[in-house]
């Protein structure tokens, strides 16, 4: 199964939890619509549940009866023409075929996603990231419910969009089973018509802050969040489209996408200031290494109030080797980036090494030269690791 569709059923599944726990749709929902979504929503769960036991399957969209198996006869018109049995305007229908009832039902479900596949474009890993947020309590009520939390976990193993189902199987008696897919336009369209109003929703109230808060890590947090589940949005109306209802309805129009995010993720960035002190430095080396990969990575650096401050402390130790002319010593760079409104240390890093040369000033003038190295070289991609998975982490 491709990244793309597994990840667009893990944020599918995870955005309909959060209507399930009370963050979702709104007490105006109420009536067919709404009693639709939570049909299709439940009988999905109840498939997923079936599939990864590797149980029979019930009906993922209707909640109707396993399909019976026929075996036999004449081919079924479906097996090589699902559209002439399953409505084009009704249904999306693939076919797939196996040795054995299993494998048939999955060829049948990937064959089915696959048809989704060119028009769900968003970042694939963006999705990834919304669901490890979810799961790690970045998104406290919407994971509320530990069995929905589990069922995410466990969701990346199936191989179908949500609102599937497998309506027919026949064995052809010669050792190969067939299997038809299919997913009902109006129901699954029901289905993502709620799913984008509830991201929706969700994006507003993570953007939704004053200025004092937007320009924070917390707050650059909370729009790189608004970014990915922007990029599941767009997937989502790509499924709308192939589905044939992609603009009509409650879907609100003008939907920001995850690029749109992106841009003011940067303009956050620049206004977030972080101080620098470094204890035992020589000539402002290790404070010019550290400001450099700052600058870089879109922080304004060096102002000597900034809310956030990064703690250096630099020490260097003879180091004895008998029977070497050479000195040596051993350096060691701590470093700590703080919040200083709460005191928190938000990332700790630290190299150390060992460099000589005929005399201790010499080896220690050695030792700073590779400590500038190995800072512009590995706290670039430290800080932006750490960046990336603000918006996975619980708070």
């Not at 599944?13 to 939570?38: E, P």
């Not at 199936?158 to 050792?175: N, R, T």
């Not at 010019?288 to 401050?309: C, D, Q």
Request: glycine share 8%; net charge neutral; charged share 20%.
């Amino acid at each position: 199964m491709s990244a793309v569709v597994r990840t667009a059923l893990i944020v599918c599944l995870i955005f309909m939890g959060c209507q399930s726990t009370g963050s979702g749709l709104s007490s105006g929902k109420a009536g067919k619509a709404g009693d639709n979504v939570a049909e299709v929503i439940a009988s999905a769960t109840a498939a997923m549940d079936s599939v990864l036991s590797g149980s029979s399957r019930t009906s993922a969209a209707s909640g109707g009866p396993v399909p019976t198996i026929s075996s036999g006869g004449v081919q079924p018109r479906w097996v090589s023409s699902p559209e002439s049995v399953y409505d084009r305007k009704t249904y999306i229908a693939a076919v797939g075929y196996g040795d054995n009832r299993d494998t048939a039902e999955r060829r049948a479900l990937a064959a089915l996603t696959a048809i989704f596949g060119q028009s769900i474009q968003s970042e694939a890993q963006s999705t990834v990231v919304y669901s490890e947020a979810l799961i790690n309590g970045a998104m406290k009520h919407a994971s509320g419910n530990n069995d929905f939390v589990n069922l995410i976990k466990t969701s990346v193993e199936m191989d179908s969009l949500v609102g599937a189902e497998i309506k027919d199987l026949w064995f052809d008696g010669k050792g190969t089973y067939y299997a038809a897919a299919v997913m009902e336009r109006a129901k699954t369209t029901v289905l993502y018509k709620e799913l984008v109003n509830t991201n929706v929703r969700l994006v507003n109230d993570l953007t939704a802050i004053p200025d004092g808060e937007k320009y924070t890590l917390d707050g650059l947090r909370r729009f790189q969040l608004a970014a990915v589940v922007a990029d599941a949005n767009t997937a989502f109306l790509n499924v709308l489209r192939v589905l044939g209802d992609g603009s009509a309805g409650n879907v609100p129009g003008n939907i920001k996408t995850g690029s749109d995010y992106r841009l003011e993720i940067a303009a956050i960035t620049k206004n977030i200031p972080i101080g620098i002190v470094v204890e035992n430095d020589q000539r402002d080396r290790i404070r010019g290494a550290f400001a450099e990969v700052l600058t870089k990575a879109g922080f304004r650096s060096g102002e000597a109030n900034a809310p956030y401050l990064l703690k250096v402390l630099v020490s260097m130790t003879p180091v004895d080797l008998p029977n070497n002319p050479n000195r040596f010593v051993r350096y060691v760079v701590d470093a700590n980036l703080e919040d200083r409104r709460t005191g928190d240390r938000l990332l700790p890093y630290m190299i150390d090494g060992r460099e000589g040369h005929l005399s201790i000033p010499e080896a220690e003038n050695r030792a700073f030269r590779a400590a500038e190295t190995k800072i512009r070289e590995t706290y670039g991609p430290v800080l932006d690791a750490y960046i990336s998975q603000l918006s996975t982490s619980g708070r």
